[in-house]
């Protein structure tokens, strides 16, 4: 039961070339950040990264990038990064775009069992009628593959378009406590998209920044059990670039 392992190069061990691979986060906020700079060391390449966005130029998910490890991105948001955006329209990069709560949902669908599920979002855009451009010619001048049409039904008087759930090889994720089990407790904003991909991947690899013994978690409190988790570690260390210290003067008595 013990799942402890000493770093994060020992987490990704078997993180191989063309994994599927779900990282958590938001922007820049709660990502895994050690796993992210192993898997970068390690120069695994050719992958998909499902994830909500594709961090900046040259932090979170954005250094893989960088790198050329990263075939294809299944994203929501893609700004901020001048690189995601030089590959796309290069013909560098293969990228899937989806609303932001249609890909929560895509993802929390494949970590319940759900195949499918029908939304509203969407309904009469691109999304749902197809031709969203996923992979530009090397010259940027022509697109050589979009997206697919989707059915769409009309549910109760509204019309809405079939979504297919997200599964992946691997769940890379980052949580504020764990204990020697696997047991996980996520804090604030970092407690994004990081407790779904636990659920939805074969293989969760989560870093920590407080590692406890078994027992010292409040159950109530546990957001992800321990039997989602296959390997956990205490992260080194943690720059947390989104956090801003922001002062004012004191008042003069």
Known sequence: MDKVVANAMEAIRDVKDGAV????????????????????????????????????????????????????????????????????????????????????????????????????????????DGGVPQFYSKDGKSVLKKSDKKETREIDGKWCVLEKALTADFAIVRAWKGDRHGNLVFRKTARNFNPMMCTAAKVTLAEVEILVDVGELDPDQVHVPGIYVKRIFKGPKYEKPIEQRTTRPRPHA
Not at 44 to 65: E, F, Y
Not at 76 to 86: A, D, H, M
Not at 118 to 124: A, D
């Open 21 to 128: 691979i779900m990282a958590g986060g938001f922007g820049l906020g709660g990502n895994p950040e050690n796993l992210i700079a192993a898997i970068r060391e390690k120069g695994t390449k050719d992958l998909t990264i499902i994830s909500n966005n594709c961090g900046t130029t040259d932090k979170g998910l954005g250094v893989l990038l960088n790198n050329k490890q990263v075939r294809k991105m299944v994203s929501s948001y893609v700004g901020e990064n001048k690189e995601f955006e030089r590959q796309f329209l290069n013909g560098e990069l293969e990228v899937e775009l989806n609303p932001q709560g249609t890909l929560a949902e895509r993802i929390r669908a494949g970590g319940a069992g759900i195949p499918a599920f029908f939304t509203p979002t969407g309904y009469g855009t691109w999304i749902a």
